[in-house]
């Protein structure tokens, strides 16, 4: 579902959803979204069909691990 991770300034990031899996499903971002905060994790949908993830600007390596098993498990949701 992931086409790629993009970086920006600090620890801005997106995870860019695939251009396949988008014209599948038009409505796959706002369904990650959701899931995403199910899973703690807030986000937001991008009109590239991106979603930015901005985490706080101090963070330790738990806070890491969290953030992106957050985002695996929201992942494997939205293919089930």
């Known amino acids: ?3 790629e991770v993009r970086t920006g300034a600090g620890l801005l990031a997106a995870v860019q959803l695939d251009r396949a899996a988008l014209t599948a499903e038009p409505a796959l971002p706002g369904r990650m979204v959701a899931e995403l ?11 590239s069909g991106g979603l ?5 600007l101090v963070i330790d390596a738990a806070f890491v691990d969290e953030l992106t098993s957050g985002i695996a498990t929201a992942l494997e949701a939205v293919q089930a």
């Open 37 to 47: 905060r199910r899973q703690g994790v807030l986000s937001r949908a991008l009109a």
């Open 1 to 3: 579902l992931v086409s």
């Open 52 to 56: 930015q993830v901005s985490p706080s």
